[in-house]
């Protein structure tokens, strides 16, 4: 253990600025749909994501500009008056409760996201589904949830005590490899990616104790192995464009290197395709390796199932 503390990272204006557009547009949209309903709708799947502040996974086996209803029994389908260009999608999911039910706004009703990450599950990969994990823990700690470790617990334990439901054995491998405190999805990729090739977990978002900004805000790092000073941070366009993000940047820099930590800097091009994040990984690698950690490298990278199955989980179809 370590006196590292982690904390709220926050995702940079752009992408927050999206996420809040996205929606406003969709609950609009909602309201609209409901107006046209003879019964409450609740709405689930990648609608639900929207209409709580949650980024859709870039890959995702179903229709995203439509809007996606949850029924609990198939007696229960509403019958909507259709409204041009908004297709309305009803889905089948037994397991709403009145606490899985959160109020949007006007009518509107969302499925919980802890429902919506099983939900979602049948329609996505592995990745897309462990990065759709760490979004939403991000999400609820963005939005006043206390502690971030505790929120991976109780997901982890709504999923082990769900009935069945298809997708659970992926849900259930997926949770071995959600983490808290990752706030977009481009560190998520990057973790996991690098994760493939033999790099052990970091913590994430992690304040570094006894390192401030002249200002004496505090200094934290997107990944970080505390023990051997080496981290990781991601560097957006908005690091690149936004003078004020570039200063703080390197600021941060010099006094984390004056205090004798190792920076790699990771870009967007980092992550393109399978080769460069090998590279990437192996820059890590060695520079943990300087500092004396042991490293189990992968030339080649491991599939995000042996990944997970290294981190404890056995996969049983039975499930």
């Known amino acids: 253990m370590n006196d590292y503390e982690l904390i709220p990272g926050e995702p940079t204006a752009t992408m927050f600025q999206s996420l809040e557009q996205i929606r406003r547009q969709t609950l609009q949209r909602c309201t609209a749909t409901v107006g046209q309903s003879d019964r409450q709708l609740l709405f689930g799947m990648t609608t639900a994501l929207e209409l709580q502040g949650v980024p859709v996974p870039s890959h995702c086996n179903l229709d995203t500009a439509a809007l996606h209803v949850t029924v609990r029994t198939r007696s229960g389908r509403p019958h909507i008056r259709p409204l041009k260009s908004v297709p309305v999608i009803v889905h089948i999911w037994s397991h709403c409760t009145p606490q899985s039910l959160i109020h949007i706004s006007n009518g509107v009703h969302a499925l919980h996201v802890f ?22 823990l991000a999400m609820l700690v963005r939005n006043g949830a206390p502690d971030a470790d505790k929120l991976y617990l109780e997901l982890q334990r709504f999923i082990k005590e769900m009935p069945p439901f298809r997708g659970k054995s992926i849900c259930r491998q997926a949770m071995t490899l959600v983490r808290p405190n990752v706030w977009s999805p481009a560190e998520s990729s990057l973790r996991l990616g690098v994760q493939r090739h033999g790099i052990p977990d970091g913590r994430c978002n992690v304040v570094v104790p006894g390192i401030t900004f002249r200002s004496g805000a505090a200094i934290s790092l997107d990944i970080a192995w505390a023990e051997f000073k080496v981290g990781v941070e991601y560097d957006g366009d908005h690091h690149r464009t936004d003078k004020v993000q570039w200063r703080r940047d390197n600021e941060k820099r010099e006094r984390l290197r004056a205090h004798g930590w190792i920076l790699i800097i990771v870009t967007a091009q980092n992550l393109i395709d399978e080769m460069s994040i090998a590279e990437l990984a192996l820059r890590i690698a060695r520079r943990l390796a300087e500092r004396g950690a042991t490293i189990e490298f992968e030339v080649i990278a ?18």
């Open 302 to 319: 491991i599939s995000l199932e042996e990944l997970a199955r290294k981190h404890g989980y056995r996969y049983d179809r039975r499930r």
């Open 115 to 136: 429902h919506v990450w099983a939900q979602l599950s049948p329609y996505l990969s592995t990745e897309d589904l462990v990065v759709l994990g760490d979004s939403i």
